[in-house]
């Protein structure tokens, strides 16, 4: 079987924090990231979709080693990944403030690869290629952030994170802080260099038709915990988890019936993350020991006790 080129095994990154009035402080677990285990291969793109404060970029810096996990494994191409590598990337939400406003954007491109010992030469070539694949002429490199628009500034910031030349790059909601027209053209671009340059993602996002658009696979995540996974196809088409659904906008229709509020809320009980604001709960769902993924089809898997009986529902409806 083929190695993914990244792994993570039953990852978990707890917090502790304090909440409460000055005399009345408690100390509460966020459970920021709760048992993940994910696989990318070579060339693929993972999409991360889920609201937010579900653990997305908790997830994306943890397999980046920039914070500790509290328990779990990650691999990169079978190994554990000891300290910060060069081969694995992170492009940032806002492209405002992810280049230095007094740097030029030749030394902004430069810096990265001066940090790692690479040789004028070498840098040169890199830069030029790369300005080749994001469409802007050497003109650029003596100017400075500010002279250039979000869409381009993200251009700019994309180019960076791939002067290291890696192989797989964390793009942490990329399109989210620029205008829809611009969206686009960043999400095609990254489509591009991703085959240019074989680059994997693990591309996170609130947002369905942006991580539609641009994942081969899907894992969809509430609470910390990814709730169902499988090929974007069948994700988008099939949804099977009550939270996907919900995301989808499938089942309103089911909340309405129920009462007249838009969502259901009720206690948080049992082991499903989701009990609390889900139509289907009963009391096997609230005493369940541990809610395990059911592999459907097509290496679809869902995180739900009914999924089954969603899933042939479906299937036979
Ligand atoms: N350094 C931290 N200290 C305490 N809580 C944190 C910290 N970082 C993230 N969290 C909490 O972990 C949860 C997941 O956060 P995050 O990964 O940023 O979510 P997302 O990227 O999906 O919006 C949130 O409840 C957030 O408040
Ligand atoms: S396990 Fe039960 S409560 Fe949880 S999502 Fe499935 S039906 Fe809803
Ligand atoms: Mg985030």
Known sequence: MIEPLIKTVKLKK????????????????????????????KKETLGILGESGCGKTTLGRLILNLIKPTSGKILYNGSPIQNINPEL??????????????????????????????????????????????????????????????GQRQRIVIARALTLKPSFVVADEPVSALDVSIQAQILNLLKDLREIYSLSYLFISHDLSVVKYISDRIAVMYKGKILEEGNSDDICTNPVHPYTRLLISSLPEYYSQHEDSKEIEREEKGNCVFYHRCPFADNKCENAESIKFKLLDNNHKVRCLKAKKFYQTKKSG
Do not use: C, W
Request: hydrophobic share 35%; net charge positive; no cysteine.
């Open 14 to 41: 707890y917090y502790s924090v304090s909440s409460g009035s000055f005399f009345n402080r408690k100390k509460t677990i966020v459970k920021a990231v709760d048992g993940v285990s994910i696989k990318i291969q």
């Open 89 to 150: 990337q992170i492009i940032f939400q806002d492209p405002y403030s992810s280049l230095d406003p007094s740097m030029t954007i030749e030394e902004s491109l430069n810096e990265p690869m001066v940090v790692n010992g690479i040789e004028r030469l070498e840098r040169e070539k890199r830069i030029n290629n790369l300005l080749d694949n994001i469409g802007f002429s050497k003109n650029i490199l003596s100017r400075y952030p500010h002279q250039f628009s979000g």
